[in-house]
């Protein structure tokens, strides 16, 4: 079982937005704005979407965004392309100084 | 640009080590923090361990007790060390750097089957 709890499986239409969930406890999400987000397609490397909960590395597509609300964070995906069908996966630091992650979410493009 | 290579061997036989390395070409170890993480097949990521450039270490407490994590920064390189390696220690073991909260640059990963 995971540290932080992400839905198994999101879906959404070409052009539409849509949002995963990633909850925590006080002890890693709540307490901490130190939470990241990574995509990942089959058989590749992860990639670096979201860092410090909102921030997004140089260059990479404003389609992405982050945010937090107590012991959850959210990863919000809008103007849903054909090429964001992929594994998204949350992480945070914890009060013990270690990182935990999310279970994962397959996003599906219909 | 930052390039992450893993090597070692792609199988190990239970109950043996496990060791990994990591070379970092394009760019410095430091002043940076450097994680092994990994992936059983169809499953999700696990972290393992990170060491900064100076050799600070903290790891995943599940795994505590078999992992060894190190850094030799004359050769640009880190190293991963599990003992006793079981079956479910079957993953693509991954390298990355870390940058603020996140890992921004990662290798492309290797596969490490244990069975005898």
């Known amino acids: 079982q995971s540290a932080l709890t992400q839905p198994a499986s999101v879906s959404g239409s070409p052009g539409q937005s849509i949002t995963i969930s990633c909850t925590g406890t006080s002890s890693d999400v709540g307490d901490y704005n130190y939470v990241s987000w990574y995509q990942q397609h089959p058989g590749k490397a992860p990639k670096l979407m979201i860092y410090d909960v909102t921030e997004r590395p140089s260059g990479d597509s404003n389609r992405f965004s982050g945010s937090k609300s107590g012991n959850t964070a959210s990863l919000t995906i809008s103007g849903l392309q054909a090429e964001d069908e992929a594994d998204y996966y949350c992480s945070s630091y914890t009060s013990s100084d270690i990182l935990v992650f999310g279970g994962g979410t397959k996003l599906t493009v219909l | 640009q930052e390039h992450l290579q893993e090597s070692g061997p792609g199988l190990v036989k239970p109950s043996e080590t496990l060791s990994l390395t990591c070379t970092v070409s394009g760019g410095s170890i430091s002043p940076y923090y450097w994680s092994w993480l990994r992936q059983p097949p169809g499953k999700g990521l696990e972290w393992i361990a990170y060491?900064?450039?100076?050799?600070?270490?903290n790891s995943n407490p599940s795994l505590k007790t078999r992992v060894t994590i190190s850094i030799d920064r004359s050769k640009n390189q880190f190293s991963l060390k599990l003992s006793s390696v079981i079956a479910a220690d079957t993953a693509v073991y991954f390298c990355?750097?870390?940058?603020?909260?996140?890992?921004?640059?990662w290798g492309q990963g290797t596969t490490v089957t244990v069975s005898s």
């Open positions: 060491i900064s450039y100076n050799g600070r270490t």
């Open positions: 990355a750097r870390h940058r603020d909260s996140g890992m921004d640059v």
